[in-house]
């Protein structure tokens, strides 16, 4: 179906960090969008660890709010 083919595009596509920041224009969107991520990946990956990395860094998220949203996110996980 298109739907299928659509979403299997999407996945498949290479990532596009510029598209994922350019909404952040303020400190809460880029954390929503850190934490977003946080949720949709798994952590224990070094190629999403590196993604995180520099995806926090493209935010230009403070290491003290990454530390919180890390530790938010896992204590949001770990309860389900």
Known sequence: SDIRNFVRDELTAPLDLD???????????????????????????????????LLASRLNLAPGLVDHLNANVEAATTRD
């Open 19 to 53: 598209a994922i920041v350019a909404p952040a224009v303020c400190e809460e969107t880029a954390a929503e969008i850190y934490a977003a991520s946080l949720m949709a990946i798994d952590r224990t990956r070094a190629a999403e660890q590196a993604y995180l990395t």
